[in-house]
Every structure is written in structure tokens, then in C-alpha cells.
């Protein structure tokens, strides 16, 4: 299982574009790269997903390089709200596999 | 919308009582689990199931068993209950290509 690494925590003005990086140096063929939000007290919610170049939806955006190695999730004009934690996720999405989720990033939000 | 449901949000047990955590989901997704959340640990997965019946553990499993006799129903057992064992617990279930659905999580004291 591919392994990812991300800042334990980052602060960001109210405002700022945020663009958290997570490092999969040893992310397989079929591996998928996965994000997700978390609030105090709350189970983590699904935001994005993507395998390689660019993903955006209506909350975020995912780039992807090409060697797939990292992947950064970008989240446009942060608010108060955006305040969580964010878990950077790599597994294969065909077939079942345990996923660890690590400790994530605890993006602060600042007024 | 997907649901899924945990029976309860808060459960105070006493040291050495067998404890049931109920999650249902009603997406007809085969796999689920079941992770606990500890400050300073991220998510840690105590079992996993990918059909009904079907069980496997995931990275920390010991002092807990599970139960899957519906698809629709991942059932968590303490078996006997300690106070290292007290945690938010958090139940998802996976469609997967879609990512997880979690709850809202049964945040556990055994006192």
C-alpha cells in the first residue's frame, strides 16, 4: 500500500487560495488518489478524487503530476468554514483494500 | 442522499462489559468498516468487511471482534471492555470509484 506524506498543519488567511501537498513516492498503477475533509466531531466527507493531471469539482481542485509521485489538493478562496483536517488517501478504487488514513493536515483558517 | 447510521453518539460503558456499535448503511455498498480516532493518531482501522459474512482485519484488531450477517449491517464488538479501548469510532462504508461514506461517529468512554 502506497504511503503519503503531508504537512502535520498549515494556517491560511480568510481569502487565500490553500494548496496542500501530499507525497506518494510509491503509488501503484492502479492507485487512485483520494481527499477528504474532516470537521471537529464528525466523520470525514469525501472532496475529490483523480488519477493523473487535473481534477476540479464545485469545493476543489487536484492536480496531479505526471510521474503521479505527489499530488496537490488546491481549495480556492478559503472561509472560516474551511477550518478541518485533511486526509490525503492512495489505494486502487477496482478492488477492496485496507486504507490507512494517517493523521492528515490540520488547516487553520485565520479572519 | 447516502446514509450511514451509528446507533449511538455517545456510549458510557463499564471496564470488562461486552459492547455492541451498530452501523447500518442503506447504499447497498459491499464494503465497510470500521476505524477508531484517537487526538495525535489520525484514523486507524480495526476491521473491514468486502461481503456479508466476509471479515478481515486491519491494523488494530485486537480486543475486538465484528459481526456482518447483512449487507446492510457492520456490527463492532468489544468484547470486553477496557479504558485504553475509550475513542471515537467511526463507521464508513465504499462504493467503490466513489470513496467512503462515513457516520458520524459513537464516541466511547469506559470508565
Known amino acids: 500500500l502506497a504511503k503519503t506524506t503531508q504537512p502535520i498543519s498549515m494556517d491560511s488567511y480568510e481569502g487565500q487560495e490553500v494548496n496542500i501537498t501530499c507525497s506518494h513516492n510509491?503509488?501503484?498503477?492502479?492507485?487512485?488518489i483520494t481527499w477528504y475533509q474532516q470537521f471537529p466531531s464528525q466523520g470525514p466527507r469525501f472532496i475529490i478524487q483523480?488519477?493523473?493531471t487535473k481534477v476540479t469539482n464545485e469545493v476543489a481542485s487536484l492536480f496531479i503530476p505526471a510521474d503521479r509521485k505527489s499530488s496537490t489538493l488546491s481549495l480556492p478562496r478559503v472561509s472560516l468554514s474551511d477550518t478541518a483536517v485533511y486526509y490525503c488517501?492512495?489505494?486502487?478504487?477496482?478492488?477492496?483494500?485496507?486504507?490507512?488514513f494517517g493523521t492528515g493536515t490540520k488547516l487553520q483558517v485565520i479572519p | 442522499d447516502v446514509k450511514v447510521t451509528q446507533s449511538s453518539r455517545y456510549l458510557v460503558k463499564r471496564t470488562g462489559e461486552k459492547v455492541f456499535l451498530e452501523c447500518v448503511q442503506d447504499?447497498?455498498?459491499?464494503?465497510m468498516f470500521w476505524y477508531r480516532q484517537d487526538p495525535g493518531l489520525g484514523l486507524r482501522l480495526i476491521y473491514f468487511?468486502?461481503?456479508?459474512?466476509?471479515?478481515e482485519k486491519g491494523d488494530i484488531p485486537e480486543g475486538y471482534s465484528v459481526s456482518r450477517e447483512k449487507k446492510e449491517r457492520f456490527s463492532l464488538i468489544l468484547e470486553s471492555a477496557s479504558t485504553n479501548q475509550t475513542s471515537m469510532y467511526l463507521c464508513?462504508?465504499?462504493?467503490?470509484?466513489?470513496?467512503?461514506?462515513f457516520g458520524s461517529g459513537t464516541r466511547l468512554t469506559v470508565v
Open positions: 488517501l492512495v489505494g486502487d478504487i477496482v478492488s477492496y483494500q485496507k486504507v490507512t
Open positions: 510509491n503509488i501503484a498503477t492502479n492507485d487512485y
Open positions: 483523480g488519477y493523473k
Open positions: 447504499m447497498d455498498h459491499e464494503n
Open positions: 468487511s468486502y461481503d456479508v459474512k466476509m471479515k
Open positions: 464508513a462504508a465504499e462504493r467503490l470509484g466513489w470513496g467512503y461514506t
